[in-house]
Nanobody
Framework: QVQLVESGGGLVQPGGSLRLSCAAS??????????MGWYRQAPGKQREWIGH???????EYADSMKGRFTVSRDNAKTTVYLQMNSLKSEDTAVYYC?????????WGQGTQVTVSS
């Protein structure tokens, strides 16, 4: 069973940066087989995809997220990261980590990010 725990959320001023972490429970070998992604959900809105990193290390992003958001992974630590820069108030949301391998799909509980002065 794969368990995901996000951390690193909090309050940040507009223009600031934040790095989220998602620690995964499986072995390094199993973790390395999953595509790891990040999503977010703002109040009253649907969950939206930010980007993901494949087992190969290849990354893909939603067009609206390119340039300010970076997904990376450390297989030795079974952790995936989301670096967020130049944050705006509209980035306020709950951020979720996702692990996917075929039909095997897992979610974390989410971490709140609030961008406000």
């Amino acid at each position: 069973q794969v368990q995901l725990v996000e951390s690193g959320g909090g309050l940040v001023q507009p223009g600031g940066s934040l790095r989220l972490s998602c620690a995964a429970s499986p072995s390094q070998r199993l973790f390395s087989l999953f595509a790891m992604g990040w999503y977010r959900q703002a109040p009253g809105k649907q969950r939206e995809w930010i980007g993901h990193i494949r087992p190969s290390g290849h990354t893909e992003y939603a067009d609206s997220m390119k340039g300010r958001f970076t997904v990376s992974r450390d297989n030795a630590k079974t952790t995936v990261y989301l670096q967020m820069n130049s944050l705006k108030s509209e980035d306020t949301a709950v951020y979720y980590c996702n692990a996917q391998r075929g039909d095997d799909n897992h979610w974390g509980q989410g971490t709140q990010v609030t961008v406000s002065s």
